[in-house]
């Protein structure tokens, strides 16, 4: 058996997280045409017959113009710190380009052999002695691949990659190629994680990255990058979870825009963020978002902190069970413009409160002890996956029908599988079509 981390690392926007759904076959982490999606690193887990890859997908790097900027380029630096492999990322845009659209090139623009500058760097943060694979994504975008070959050369004489291979991670059968690829050129040692591993992130994890997707999404190229997720109260009822979030922005008029016409843009956000929160845990989800403006905050570290971007955990300020879904949000820094808005899919009865690390979804045992480390590299069977607010998500909680009997994927698995149709979207039945409630918002 082979294992091991490999970071996926590259500038913003060239795939690197499509692409770790894609080897995950489950749509785990947050995708968007806009730069700088990623913020975090996020562990994702592959266990083949062979092999067991533990990627770790990176924001992208890019020329920081804020503290979190600065933060964000750290993380990816960090990953590869810790990784056996470097699976490096570039697209075809510069090759597809027209000319008023060309990013910056290292190299004679119109040349056959300029490269992206961005690109350049990149490979210029990776430790020399990490091996490398170079990964041309989006080739589906190019009709004429010989326009290709320049790039490829100009690659290799930059760097001694193990491999340079143009593909598209939308394509299944390429990301099976590279996946075995990866899974060769690791260590021959013991697999890490648990196979039924799917991250280590725990659930209010991705409720922070699920609302922010659905802003990166459904707003315009300003806001999205003003506007950070905080958790505020979670509270475990069973088959329904619930999770009260801010919606952090940097200006007033941002909050105008997030909000929308009369609470319709932040309403349709809330349903798009609970459905995908509840194909991904296999429960009902009450998801209720308030927006609050917080001056400068990517700017300032005490702010980042406090909205998880403090370089440890990135997992927001989590209730603990002396929370109840009524109570009023912990005032965080910033001017208080706040707007609640709700969405669920129910929200009747009594309500338990979550404890502290409520990932994990009580349908299984838990596997792990519940308490541990919050760095998602290197952690052997018997420590648990866990950062502070709770263990990660395994496959079958994610999504039992993506995980074989043996909890191992094959080495020839089935394509990237689609939202479980038995769960979630549940508004799709007319009954449960969302009706305004008495507070704005969507229930
Ligand atoms: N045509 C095509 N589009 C792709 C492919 N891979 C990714 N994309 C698109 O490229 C855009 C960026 O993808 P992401 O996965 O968010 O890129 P990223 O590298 O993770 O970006 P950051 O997190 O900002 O660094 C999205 O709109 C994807 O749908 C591909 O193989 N072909
Ligand atoms: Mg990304």
């Given at each position: 058996?082979?294992s091991g981390?490999?970071a996926?690392v590259?500038?913003t926007?060239?795939?690197?997280?499509?692409?770790?759904?894609a080897?995950?076959?489950?749509?785990?982490?947050?995708t968007?045409?806009l730069?700088q999606?990623?913020?975090?690193?996020?562990?994702?887990?592959v266990?083949l017959?062979?092999a067991q890859i533990?990627?770790?997908d990176t924001?992208?790097?890019?020329?920081?113009?804020?503290?979190?900027?600065r933060?964000?380029?750290?993380?990816?630096?960090d990953?590869?710190?810790n990784?056996d492999?470097?699976l490096?990322?570039?697209?075809?845009?510069h090759v597809v380009?027209?000319t008023?659209?060309?990013?910056?090139l290292?190299?004679?623009?119109?040349?056959?052999l300029?490269l992206p500058e961005?690109d350049?760097r990149?490979?210029?943060?990776l430790?020399p002695?990490?091996?490398?694979?170079?990964?041309?994504?989006?080739?589906d975008r190019?009709?004429d691949?010989r326009?290709?070959l320049?790039?490829?050369e100009?690659?290799?004489s930059?760097r001694?990659f193990a491999?340079i291979v143009?593909?598209?991670a939308i394509?299944?059968?390429?990301?099976?190629r590279i996946?075995?690829?990866?899974?060769?050129?690791?260590?021959e040692?013991p697999p890490?994680?648990d196979?039924e591993?799917?991250?280590?992130?725990?659930?209010?994890?991705?409720v922070?990255?699920?609302?922010?997707?659905?802003?990166l999404?459904?707003t315009?190229?300003e806001?999205?990058h003003a506007?950070?997720?905080?958790?505020?109260?979670?509270i475990?009822?069973g088959?329904?979870?619930?999770?009260?979030t801010?919606?952090?922005?940097?200006?007033p008029?941002q909050?105008?825009i997030?909000l929308g016409?009369?609470?319709?843009?932040?309403?349709e956000?809330?349903?798009?963020?609970?459905?995908?929160?509840e194909?991904?845990l296999?429960?009902?989800?009450y998801?209720?978002?308030?927006?609050?403006?917080?001056?400068?905050?990517?700017?300032v570290?005490r702010?980042?902190?406090e909205?998880g971007y403090?370089g440890?955990?990135?997992v927001?300020?989590?209730?603990?069970?002396?929370?109840?879904?009524s109570a009023?949000?912990p005032?965080?820094?910033g001017?208080?413009?706040?707007?609640?808005?709700?969405?669920t899919t129910?929200?009747?009865?009594?309500?338990a409160p979550?404890?502290p690390g409520p990932?994990?979804?009580?349908r299984k045992?838990p596997?792990r002890?519940t308490k541990?480390?919050h760095r998602?590299?290197?952690?052997p069977h018997?420590?648990?996956?866990?950062?502070?607010?709770?263990?990660g998500?395994?496959r079958a909680?994610a999504?039992p029908?993506?995980?074989?009997?043996?909890?191992?994927?094959?080495?020839?698995?089935t394509?990237?599988?689609?939202p479980?149709?038995?769960r979630g979207?549940?508004?799709?039945?007319?009954?449960?079509?969302?009706?305004?409630?008495?507070r704005?918002g969507?229930?």
């Amino acid at each position: 058996m082979r294992s091991g981390n490999v970071a996926i690392v590259g500038r913003t926007n060239v795939g690197k997280s499509t692409f770790l759904n894609a080897a995950l076959g489950e749509p785990l982490a947050i995708t968007s045409p806009l730069p700088q999606t990623t913020r975090d690193a996020l562990l994702g887990v592959v266990t083949l017959a062979s092999a067991q890859i533990a990627f770790i997908d990176t924001p992208g790097l890019h020329r920081p113009r804020t503290e979190l900027g600065r933060r964000m380029n750290a993380a990816a630096i960090d990953a590869l710190r810790n990784a056996d492999l470097a699976l490096v990322m570039t697209d075809t845009h510069h090759v597809v380009a027209s000319t008023k659209e060309l990013p910056a090139l290292a190299g004679a623009a119109g040349s056959e052999l300029a490269l992206p500058e961005a690109d350049v760097r990149v490979i210029e943060e990776l430790p020399p002695d990490l091996p490398a694979i170079l990964l041309i994504n989006k080739v589906d975008r190019c009709t004429d691949k010989r326009r290709l070959l320049p790039t490829i050369e100009r690659f290799a004489s930059l760097r001694d990659f193990a491999a340079i291979v143009p593909a598209s991670a939308i394509h299944p059968a390429d990301v099976e190629r590279i996946l075995s690829m990866l899974g060769t050129a690791l260590p021959e040692r013991p697999p890490t994680y648990d196979p039924e591993t799917l991250t280590d992130r725990p659930t209010l994890y991705f409720v922070r990255e699920y609302v922010r997707e659905q802003v990166l999404r459904q707003t315009g190229r300003e806001v999205p990058h003003a506007v950070a997720v905080t958790v505020e109260a979670a509270i475990d009822r069973g088959d329904l979870l619930i999770v009260k979030t801010t919606i952090h922005v940097e200006k007033p008029g941002q909050r105008g825009i997030l909000l929308g016409a009369r609470g319709s843009r932040l309403r349709e956000i809330g349903t798009a963020a609970r459905e995908r929160l509840e194909t991904l845990l296999g429960r009902r989800v009450y998801l209720e978002l308030f927006v609050r403006v917080t001056p400068s905050w990517r700017h300032v570290p005490r702010q980042l902190a406090e909205l998880g971007y403090d370089g440890r955990d990135t997992v927001g300020r989590v209730s603990t069970s002396r929370d109840s879904p009524s109570a009023p949000a912990p005032a965080p820094p910033g001017q208080d413009h706040g707007t609640t808005m709700s969405t669920t899919t129910s929200s009747s009865g009594a309500a338990a409160p979550l404890q502290p690390g409520p990932s994990k979804m009580p349908r299984k045992p838990p596997t792990r002890p519940t308490k541990g480390p919050h760095r998602c590299v290197r952690r052997p069977h018997d420590q648990p996956s866990t950062t502070r607010d709770g263990p990660g998500i395994d496959r079958a909680a994610a999504s039992p029908t993506r995980s074989d009997a043996g909890g191992q994927r094959k080495a020839g698995r089935t394509p990237p599988a689609r939202p479980n149709p038995n769960r979630g979207h549940r508004d799709d039945h007319p009954a449960r079509r969302p009706r305004r409630s008495r507070r704005g918002g969507v229930r």
